[in-house]
């Protein structure tokens, strides 16, 4: 497994990440430790969770759940010092802290709380799940209108968040933070804040991002190159579609689908005709689509780390087979010419 360096930091981490966002809901802890045990032997170090998780369903009583999991194995195995852990605080919503916004506060009482859980002194990234302001992701790109923004306010906030992580890593509870669900404008935001009041910068930004989410390429791409910004890019098997299981309607028993029949509002006339393009091109080439979709990822002009789930040990094994795939040009010119005549499935 190849490592890459997280954004500007000493971290060198695999260029796959773990995810776990279904530990504690579709995932036991059993096998989620046997995951865990897994990825480690096929060299990813790297695992990403978040103080909402699990999801699928998310909920009030669940949240936590999937970091004491995380925290039960290091407590169990001691291997701490083999994983490159990543968490994230919550923004306003209806299941953390009554829905309070990210403030210098609630991000004090959410590494505590992360870090009780993940039975841990320290977290290696810190990242803030989704903007006070709003974002664009979650589907919200089709009538995204930023009007009602206020700027001053926005920097002002910037700067408590920055000043609490300044302190946070000060203290030695978390060594280096990033983005998630953020814009171009945003994040540099984030980063000139931080220069000017010589706090941590931005490593990292996670936003959604496959063959059939494309939002990164433009704006974004540009920025993570020149600013040494590491996408963590979460669904990159499009939350499933690209694995061909829900082709032909099929919804498998115990699937992301069976539980959200929408998937998130990907749900669309276009999503299965356009996967169905991208299943072909793996079968001309004589891959495996999941095997190619996550390897595409890997070979971006920037830095993308594709973080992964699976439900079940067939699952990850099943994705550990392709973890050193490099795909041949006559692949990414079959997949550029695809994105070229379906460039927005959802």
């Known amino acids: 497994m190849k490592n890459v360096r997280l954004g500007r930091t000493d971290l060198m981490v695999s260029q796959l ?3 776990s966002m279904t530990w504690g809901t579709q995932t036991s802890e059993e096998d989620a430790h046997k995951q865990i045990e897994a990825s480690l032997d096929a060299g ?3 695992i990403d969770t978040a103080e909402a998780y699990p999801v699928n369903p998310m909920s009030k009583e669940s949240a936590g ?3 004491q999991i995380i925290g039960n194995w290091l407590a169990k195995t001691g291997r701490r010092d083999d994983v490159v852990l990543a968490s994230k605080v919550a923004g306003a919503g209806n299941y953390i802290r009554d ?3 990210i403030s210098s506060k609630t991000i004090r009482e959410a590494v505590e709380g992360s870090l009780r859980r993940l039975q841990t002194d320290v977290i290696d990234l810190y990242q803030l799940h989704w903007p006070n302001r709003g974002s664009y992701m979650f589907r919200q790109n089709w009538d995204y209108d930023p009007s009602k923004q206020d700027r001053a306010a926005t920097v002002a906030h910037m700067e408590d968040v920055l000043g609490a992580l300044k302190s946070l890593v000060a203290e030695g509870k978390i060594r280096h933070v990033g983005l998630s669900n953020e814009s171009a404008w945003g994040t540099m935001m984030w980063l000139q804040i931080a220069q000017r009041m010589d706090a ?3 490593e990292t930004i996670q936003n959604e991002y496959s063959l059939m989410c494309r939002l990164f390429d433009t704006d974004l791409a540009e920025l993570s190159h020149n600013e040494d910004m590491s996408l963590l890019a979460f669904s990159p098997l499009a939350v499933g579609y690209l694995t061909g299981k829900y082709q032909g309607g099929k919804v498998p028993e115990d699937s992301r689908m069976s539980i959200n029949d929408q998937m998130g509002g990907r749900a669309s006339d276009r999503v299965l005709p356009v996967a169905q393009v991208y299943l072909d091109i ?3 080439h004589g891959l495996d689509p999941v095997h190619m979709s ?10 993308v780390i594709p973080i992964f789930g699976a439900t079940n040990m067939d699952q990850l094994n099943h994705i550990i087979a392709g973890k050193d795939l490099v795909l041949g040009q006559d692949v990414l010119d079959d997949i550029t010419a695809a994105h070229k005549a379906n460039p927005m499935p959802y």
Not at 294 to 303: D, K, T, Y
């Open 99 to 101: 829905g309070d916004e």
């Open 44 to 46: 990813i170090n790297f």
């Open 294 to 303: 996550l390897a595409w990822c890997c070979q971006r002009p920037f830095s």
């Open 65 to 67: 759940s999937t970091e």
């Open 282 to 284: 793996a079968e001309k």
């Open 17 to 19: 990440c773990l995810g």
């Open 200 to 202: 941590p910068r931005m």
